[in-house]
């Protein structure tokens, strides 16, 4: 286990901004994880955990209190069943059930991050979410003080929701199991039209797993989705904000503001979201209200590829970050009566 002081945590997320830890301390075991949160919770010194860092907002003040890296490593596939170590880079563990032949997460490829806070977010894209295929969490229960392991029922997934998420001073996540699928080399049902358009197939077909997988590589990166260090509108959490969920009389209100503001012939996107509820487009609000890509022009500046994504261009505080998502949501809510949602998890500061 590996103990720093005064740590700087920028270099650990994918924003590249916050200050440092008073403490931060890098654990390889699930034994040195547990170690690590006891310390913490026995001391009473507040705990940051921090797994591929790609959906952190920090502080420029940092954080005072123990920042523990959860760096596991383990990989085992048992027939169609995976166990990844919550530490495993997400996107490596795609790309390895796919060499597998198994299907289930394959257009989660891309995704920055690890896999254990996968079930957290319950991270999802091009139509598959990890809830799908998750059938067992292992986390330490904070309050119990014992391991423990939560079926998917237990896991209470929603959309970009979790128990996890609900409670996130409960539960660290240790391992997480996935129920894949041995289609004979071909994918899940392709549900997102947009891959599906990619493909050259219609939504609900079946295509050899590489050719989704790159298919959907290929999407991401076209939006700046797939991490690079020598590109600034990766420099990001990847989608800021997430897509907000009306009810019946919610949406007829924003259909009426749409027409008043753009038009008789404008519809917002409308997606079925359960029975009386309807999920809309974020990056579509963001853009019919003005912040258009690469808006801005500070050092925080929406990405030149996808407005959903807000980018630190090299020398940003997160107060430079802070400022622009606080003057996205404000010109959404003025211009269409929505209150967008930040999707990132913020240290020491909020909008």
């Known amino acids: 286990m590996q103990v720093l002081h005064d740590a700087p945590l920028a270099p650990l997320t994918t924003f590249r901004l916050g200050g440092p830890a008073t403490r931060l301390v890098t654990a390889v075991t699930d034994a040195e994880v547990i170690d690590a949160v006891r310390e913490a919770d026995d001391s009473g010194t507040p705990l ?22 959860i760096a596991t490593r383990g990989v085992e596939l048992r027939g169609t069943t995976l166990e990844l170590a919550a530490g495993e880079v997400w996107t ?12 289930g ?34 986390a330490y ?28 001073a409960r539960y660290v996540v240790l391992r997480v199991r996935f129920g894949l699928e041995d289609a004979g080399g071909l994918s899940a049902p392709v549900k997102y039209a947009e891959a599906a358009r990619a493909l050259g197939v219609e939504p609900g077909a079946r295509v050899p797993l590489a050719d ?40 007829a209100a924003f259909h009426a503001r749409v027409r008043e503001r753009l038009g008789e012939g404008f519809e917002p996107p409308a997606y079925p979201a359960g029975a009386g509820r309807t999920k809309t487009s974020a990056a579509w609000l963001i853009d019919k209200a003005g912040f258009t890509k690469g808006y801005g022009t500070g050092p925080a500046r929406i990405s030149t590829k996808h407005t959903l994504a807000l980018t630190n261009r090299g020398e940003a505080t997160t107060e430079d970050l802070l400022a622009l998502a606080r003057e996205v949501v404000a010109g959404v809510h003025e211009a269409f009566g929505i209150t967008l949602v930040n999707e990132p998890v913020t240290v020491g500061v909020s909008l």
């Not at 290929?218 to 969920?245: C, Q, Y």
């Open 212 to 251: 989704a997988r790159e298919t959907v590589l290929k999407l991401r990166a076209g939006k700046g989705m797939v991490l690079d260090p020598e590109d600034h509108d990766t420099w990001s959490a990847g989608s800021f904000f997430t897509n907000p969920i009306l009810t019946d009389g919610q949406f």
């Open 141 to 168: 229960d904070r309050h119990a003080g014992q391991t423990v392991t939560l079926t998917n029922e237990e896991c209470a997934f929603s959309y970009r929701h979790s128990r996890f998420k609900a409670d996130p």
């Open 105 to 138: 997460i394959e257009c989660l490829a891309g995704i920055p991050g690890s896999a254990g806070a996968t079930p957290i977010q319950n991270v999802g894209a091009y139509g598959q979410e990890v809830s799908s295929t998750i059938t067992e969490v292992i």
């Open 92 to 103: 490596d563990a795609v790309a390895r059930t796919v060499e597998a032949g198994l299907a």
């Open 48 to 69: 940051l955990v921090i797994g591929g860092g790609s959906n952190l907002v920090i502080g420029d003040k940092g954080f005072d209190g123990t920042a523990l890296r």
